[in-house]
Nanobody
Framework: QVQVVESGGGLVQAGGSLRLSCTAS????????IGWFRQAPGKEREFVAA????????YYANSTKDRFTISADYAKTTIWLQMNNLKAEDTAVYYC??????????????WGQGTQVTVSP
């Protein structure tokens, strides 16, 4: 069973930066995509970014592509989300997730516990 663990959340002032980390373990050979999602209070969970473990192609939501960067280590079992110029509306619980589908928008089967990011105005 694949395990996904995130870290790196916290409190930051608007305009600041944070870097989230995610490590996938156990059975990662079957994974094709690892990505980040977030859920703000009272809102549905939304896609933030993802990376293909096969070719390294990166995918971003329109709302974050100019400020956030997803990257991965050589094995693509540890990924990072560098978040710059954070805004109050970026406040959310951020989740790392992984899946074995054919494209980055396929269903994500494995989820981390989430890490809180709070951006103060």
């Amino acid at each position: 069973q694949v395990q996904v663990v995130e870290s790196g959340g916290g409190l930051v002032q608007a305009g600041g930066s944070l870097r989230l980390s995610c490590t996938a373990s156990r059975g990662t050979f079957s994974l094709n995509f690892i990505g980040w999602f977030r859920q703000a209070p009272g809102k549905e969970r939304e896609f933030v970014a993802a990376i293909s473990r096969n070719d390294g192609v990166k995918y971003y939501a329109n709302s974050t592509k100019d400020r956030f960067t997803i990257s991965a280590d050589y094995a693509k079992t540890t990924i990072w989300l560098q978040m710059n110029n954070l805004k109050a509306e970026d406040t959310a619980v951020y989740y790392c997730a992984a899946q074995s589908g054919r494209n980055y928008y396929a269903e994500y089967n494995y989820w981390g516990q989430g890490t809180q990011v709070t951006v103060s105005p």
